[in-house]
């Protein structure tokens, strides 16, 4: 027998006002019936509610009671918006923001469903929020503020962003608690770090989490504190990045991941730890599978498993980071390569991640690249390339690489050698600050390679590149002292403790080089 709620309800529905239909199809929902509480809703809908037709088009988005449809859940949206209903509009400017817009077919064939991989379309869903905005909607606002801030910004937008984020904070909307509270952390006062912690804490506990990860930062960092201190404590933001890596936030992951790894903050445990580390690396953060590849390439792996280091896993998380445009873990990936991580090293393969790493900014992966190349060890059909990829480095300021191409023209790697173009190439590096290239430089002057004999400037670039630490800068200076044994003697035990083996030898047996 029905409740007597539920046939009153059904006796005002059959008076056919939308209202009434849509009061019926709350109750019916409540009592399980969502098919029914559906067609009760789209009855609605086509009469022309506004509520009711967002409330069909979540349903068609959600597939929820029918099957699902971006088409249909666009069409009754658009309806709405149309109407004046300030969700429909937010919800509109959201799909335009995910790249679902334009014109679509609700016919009984859609065909492809709008949306797939289309590029967001601002300007629409600018313009949908806007009207929501302008209508009140706080929940608009922080979209609309969403969609100013991003890049490349202007002054004028950020401002207004700024402002939106404010009025939506103080409507007490999460997002725009979260919007405020990132402008207050920009700012950076204490004043400002302190409110932006208690907008975050609200926004926290409304579930956003951004904001748990945002609060984890700050505890970590040691920023917004009560008291105004600054003492990091990771205890208090290990709980924060859990509860947002278990909400799916990618980067509170690694970070949950990192304290498990070290035991700053928490028990530290290595299975947890990658498991976190592996579900962050899967969603795309370029860190969590750099961490991987250094896990796996370190003893950790043997404390948990009693085995040597798995540089097969480390190459394969290595090559995960890389792509995902990590630098150091392109050069890191090189080694593990070079080690035989996947079996016999491609001297070519190397060469390209060392390319990739040094694009990326990684100099130190600059080193590793030259003893490649003077190694001769890359097969000859890759040099020219190689060759070619140093020339386009140098066109990018990039003087390294103008060091490196003295190498190969000096010595005929990929080029035919010529003697007076790697003097150029090493004086060129040299006048930029590489310290390899002054040695290099000096020798050819000393000697008079590839032009004229300049002993005086051979000395001044020894001395500077000795005075940095140059083993062989050290070296030579002690072969030119000439007769003066003690200034010898001087550079040549200069060289050998920075590891310059024939100094060693000359040192240790006390001889003297005229």
């Known amino acids: ?62 597939g929820q009671g029918v099957p699902p449809s971006l088409n249909e859940a666009r069409h009754w949206l658009e309806c709405a918006a149309e109407g004046g209903d300030v969700s429909a509009q937010t919800w509109l400017a959201t799909l335009a923001m995910h790249g679902i817009s334009g014109a679509y077919n609700r016919g009984p064939f859609e065909g492809r469903e709008a949306g797939g991989k289309a590029e967001p379309d601002y300007v629409v869903a600018a313009g949908l929020a806007r009207r929501a905005a302008n209508a009140g909607s706080p929940e608009a606002r922080a979209l609309l503020a969403t969609i100013l801030n991003r890049e490349p910004a202007t002054d004028e937008a950020r401002d207004e962003a700024d402002s939106l984020f404010s009025e939506s904070a103080k409507a007490g909307w999460p997002l725009g608690q979260l919007g405020h509270a990132m402008t207050l952390l920009r700012v950076g006062t204490p004043e400002a770090m302190r409110q ?66 070290t035991g700053r903050g928490t028990k530290r445990s290595l299975v947890e730890a990658e498991t976190w580390l592996q579900r962050a690396a899967h969603d795309g953060d370029a860190m969590a599978a750099a961490v991987l590849g250094d896990f796996h390439a370190s003893q950790d792996m043997a404390s948990r498993e009693g085995q040597p280091p798995d540089l097969k896993a480390a190459a394969r998380w290595y090559r995960h980071a890389a792509e995902l445009g990590h630098p150091g873990s392109a050069r890191a990936l090189a080694s593990t390569i070079a080690a035989g991580a996947e079996g016999r090293p491609d001297p070519g393969e190397i060469a390209g991640w060392l390319e990739t790493a040094i694009e990326g900014g990684e100099a130190s992966a600059w080193p590793e690249l030259g003893g490649l190349i003077a190694s001769a060890a890359l097969p000859p059909d890759q040099l020219p390339a190689l060759h070619g ?66 002993p005086e400037l051979a000395r001044a670039l020894f001395e500077y590149a000795g005075k940095r630490n140059h083993a062989g800068a050290n070296y030579a200076l002690g072969v030119i002292a000439g007769d003066d044994r003690e200034r010898a003697m001087m550079h040549f035990r200069r060289a050998a403790a920075l590891g310059h083996q024939k100094a060693k030898s000359l040192t240790d047996s006390g001889l003297a080089v005229a």
Request: a positive charge; glycine letters at 12%.
């Open 389 to 454: 990829w140093l020339q386009r480095m140098i066109h990018e300021d990039r003087p390294e690489a103008g060091y490196y191409v003295g190498i190969c023209v000096n010595n005929g790697i990929g080029t035919p050698a010529d003697y007076v173009l790697a003097r150029r190439y090493y004086l060129w590096a040299a006048g930029q600050g590489v310290i390899e290239a002054m040695v290099a430089a000096g020798e050819m002057l000393l000697n008079g390679r590839g032009g004229r004999a300049d």
């Open 1 to 62: 027998m029905l409740p007597g709620a539920i046939i009153r309800a059904r006796l005002r529905a059959a008076s056919g006002r939308p209202e009434a239909r849509l009061l019926l199809a709350d109750q019916l929902a409540e009592r399980g019936s969502g098919p029914e509480a559906v067609r009760q809703i789209a009855a609605a809908a086509r009469d022309g509610l506004p509520e009711a037709q967002v409330r069909l088009g979540l349903c068609y988005l959600r």
């Open 196 to 261: 932006a912690r208690d907008l975050l804490s609200a926004a926290a506990r409304s579930g956003l989490p951004t904001a748990h990860f945002l609060l984890g930062a700050m505890a970590e960092s040691g920023v917004g504190a009560e008291d105004g201190g600054t003492v990091p404590d990771v205890a208090a933001a290990v709980p924060h990045y859990r509860t947002a890596a278990e909400q799916g936030h990618a980067a509170a992951k690694t970070r949950l991941g990192l304290a498990l790894l």
